[in-house]
């Protein structure tokens, strides 16, 4: 969980021209992959147990949103951080 959280952290605080590049790696493939194990961690974890963590994550979070926009044509059942791009 540990090196999930610090990869997420690392991708998310990149400079936002090594996310918008075109077809990169980390919104396509490592960010939601990162991401979706630190979520299947907040989902195991007890409530108060996963709150330090879930505050960390969403300190991220909000900061790869910020630097990438939604896919509308990215398949709405996915999670939002699986339908980021570069755009």
Do not use: C, Y
């Not at 990149?14 to 194990?37: K, Q, Y």
């Not at 709150?51 to 939002?80: C, G, H, I, M, Q």
């Amino acid at each position: 969980m540990k090196r999930a959280l610090e990869a997420w952290q690392r991708i998310a605080f990149l400079p936002r021209a090594a996310l918008s590049t075109s077809h990169n790696d980390w919104t396509e493939f490592i960010g939601p992959m990162v991401r979706g194990e630190l979520e299947r961690a907040l989902l195991a974890l007890p409530r108060r147990q996963a709150v330090p963590l879930r505050v960390a994550v969403e300190r991220a979070d909000d900061e790869f949103r910020s630097k990438t926009l939604n896919n509308p044509r990215a398949d709405p059942s996915r999670p939002w951080w699986a339908r980021r791009w570069w755009h």
